[in-house]
Nanobody, 114 residues
Framework: QVQLVESGGGLVQPGGSLRLSCAAF????????MAWYRRAAGGQRELVAGISTEGNTKYRDAVKGRFTISRDDAKDTVSMQMNMVKTEDTAIYYC????????WGQGTQVTVSS
C-alpha cells in the first residue's frame, strides 16, 4: 500500500522558518518525481515546488528564493525548507508523487501568524 506521510507543519510567525518532510512508503521512490502542493482556505490546490528524479527543481514565483525543495533517495523522503514565511503561505501542504501513477499525502497544516 502506497503512503505519503507528511510532517513538520505547525504555527510559525511571519519571517520565520519551517521544514516540511514527506516519507514515502510502498513506491520505488527514486523513480518518482516529487512535489509539494498547497491549498489555502477557500482556494484551489496549487503547485508550490517540484523536484524531478534527476534533482531538477521548479518553484512557483511566490516562493522563489524563500523555499527550497530537496530529496533523499536513500531515505525515501522529500523535504521543503520554508524561510521568510508570509501570512499568505498559510495553507494545507500536500506531498505528491508521480510516475505513471500519482499519489497524494494527507496534508499538513502550516499557519503563519503573529
Amino acid at each position: 500500500q502506497v503512503q505519503l506521510v507528511e510532517s513538520g507543519g505547525g504555527l510559525v510567525q511571519p519571517g520565520g522558518s519551517l521544514r516540511l518532510s514527506c516519507a514515502a512508503f510502498g513506491i520505488i521512490f527514486s523513480e518518482y518525481d516529487m512535489a509539494w502542493y498547497r491549498r489555502a482556505a477557500g482556494g484551489q490546490r496549487e503547485l508550490v515546488a517540484g523536484i524531478s528524479t534527476e534533482g531538477n527543481t521548479k518553484y512557483r514565483d511566490a516562493v522563489k528564493g524563500r523555499f527550497t525543495i530537496s530529496r533523499d533517495d536513500a531515505k525515501d523522503t522529500v523535504s521543503m525548507q520554508m524561510n521568510m514565511v508570509k501570512t499568505e503561505d498559510t495553507a494545507i501542504y500536500y506531498c505528491f508523487a508521480t510516475d505513471d501513477k500519482y499519489y497524494w499525502g494527507q496534508g499538513t497544516q502550516v499557519t503563519v501568524s503573529s
